[in-house]
């Protein structure tokens, strides 16, 4: 019988110190006390390493699972993204993987059981990129609808990318799958096709190909669960001490994704929850 689940993250030094508070979040949870843990290492040092290994996880160097094509290059952390579909070859052995992007980290475990368990409803369980208070939505649909057509466009061609780009865009950083998904060799696939094309996000551009292309069944969770920092900064809830959605009814933010250039901001205005005009300085890293 496989073991459970496995939660899997990766990444080089220069995310390392995201990388720590993720896994640092995951074990303060009584449930993630004794979860296991995978560490693809796309370039972590020795003491970084060893690191891992004191917090429980196993360390995994792993290959070029894609060929680029001519002219396209990539450095080695770019490892992080092109093993996603490969991680039942990377740590074999168990019903469902989830992946944590390193620079995200766990604030409400409820979002992760809620992850195992979608994965078994469909293909693979993850979030869209789609929420009332995120700027895409609010004013900034031209911006990210540009970004990622370019992105699309240049994996798929302009037809491919003006159709798909209508569509909503799911996030690739946090996703959870059961090891008999037939999502993992789809995505595989057109992860490696797009390789020969392009390095533009062609994680997340591939599998929404799937989705979108190749039949690959999504279950649609929550933007709590995979809340995109950059798209809209959460507001801070005093009494609950937790970050929460910045529009009511202020649900409470399970997994927090540091995206773009709010994973290194040392704090950000934070609006303060049902105080209207009212914000304070705030770091948005692990612990919050």
């Known amino acids: 019988m496989p073991s459970a689940s496995i939660i899997v993250t990766g990444g080089d030094s220069r995310y390392f110190p995201l990388m720590r508070e993720m896994i640092a979040s995951v074990r303060a949870k009584p449930e993630g006390a004794t979860v296991d843990l995978g560490v693809l290492n796309c370039g972590l040092a020795p003491d970084e390493i060893a690191w891992c290994r004191r917090c429980g996880a196993q360390v995994v160097e792993p290959g070029w699972d894609v060929d680029f094509g001519p002219g396209l290059s990539v450095p080695p952390s770019f490892r992080a993204m092109t093993a996603r579909p490969h991680l039942r070859r990377y740590f074999p052995g168990y ?11 766990v604030q409400d475990w409820s979002a992760v059981a809620l992850f195992l368990s979608a994965s078994r409803l469909g293909d693979i369980a993850l979030v869209p990129e789609v929420h009332r208070s995120y700027a895409n939505f609010r004013e900034g649909r031209d911006d990210f609808e540009a970004a990622n057509g370019r992105a699309y466009a240049e994996a798929f061609g302009a037809e491919t990318a003006t159709r798909l780009i209508r569509r909503p865009l799911n996030n ?42 190749r039949g690959v069944r999504e279950i649609r969770l929550p933007a709590t669960c995979n809340w995109i920092a950059h798209l809209a900064t959460p507001a ?15 649900a409470s933010i399970g997994i927090l994704h540091l995206t773009l250039a709010t994973k290194w901001a040392p704090t950000l205005e934070v609006s303060v929850a049902g105080d209207p005009g009212r914000s ?9």
């Open 95 to 105: 019903a469902t993987y989830l992946w944590l992007d390193a620079d995200v980290w």
């Open 172 to 213: 690739a950083g946090v996703f959870a799958m059961s090891a008999d998904s037939p999502a993992w060799d789809v995505w595989a696939s057109l992860l490696a096709e797009t390789a020969t094309r392009s390095t533009n996000m062609i994680d997340q551009i591939a599998l929404n190909a799937a989705i979108y292309d």
């Open 236 to 250: 801070w809830d005093e009494a609950r001490q937790a970050f929460v959605e910045p529009d009511p009814p202020f």
């Open 280 to 288: 304070i300085a705030r770091s948005l890293r692990f612990p919050g």
